[in-house]
């Protein structure tokens, strides 16, 4: 009987720490909605994107990745046609490539390079049109350079438009950060 007593009693405490342990680490996980500060303003509404650099299609490339990233968020719902709480405004400011590497054989041929693009981003409250955000985003990725830089460079801007989304969705959604 005692050894029956020692047998649980060797197993049980350790069982018991080990769960509260990972019970403690699951506290804070929450599904659904993240943005706790913007309780009651469920949906947004996002103005077509402005253009105001020299490379084309970066307009239209930030509104389709701001889209995604409402979608896959799940904080706010995505509004069309003034019905949003939210009225988002982005303008993209500049484009920059910054050189990573060289080839090694010709010191003026790049490899590797890093395309920055900025935008501006507004957030204003659709009644009463208090400022809820306006700050300037970058987003940025780097890739190889292939023999043709341009496809290289229109091969990456998704994914510098996807970043700035998610970094634009997340300051909105969690201000407080």
């Known amino acids: 009987m005692t050894t029956i007593r020692l047998w ?57 990745a701001l889209r995604q990233q409402i979608q896959r968020d799940g904080t706010f719902a ?28 010709d010191v003026l041929t790049v490899r590797d390079f890093e395309i920055l693009v900025t935008a501006h981003f ?7 049109g208090e400022i809820l955000m306006q700050k300037e985003i970058t987003g940025k990725t780097s890739s190889r350079a292939a023999s043709d830089l341009t496809e290289a460079e229109r091969r990456v ?6 970043d700035m989304a998610q970094q634009a969705i997340d300051q909105l959604s969690t201000p407080d950060w």
């Open 8 to 64: 649980v009693r060797g197993w049980v405490f350790p069982f018991l720490v080990i769960w509260a342990m990972g019970s403690a680490g699951c506290a804070s996980y929450q599904l659904g909605q993240r943005g706790t500060s913007m309780a009651g303003m469920a949906s947004i509404q996002i103005k077509p994107v402005q253009n105001n650099t020299q490379e084309p299609g970066i307009g239209e490339a930030l509104s389709f």
């Open 122 to 128: 507004k957030a204003t409250r659709q009644s009463g």
């Open 78 to 105: 995505l509004e069309t046609q003034n019905r949003g709480n939210i009225l988002l405004e982005a303008t993209g400011t500049s484009v920059r490539r910054n050189k990573l590497t060289l080839d090694p054989q």
């Open 157 to 162: 801007l998704p994914l510098v438009m996807q």
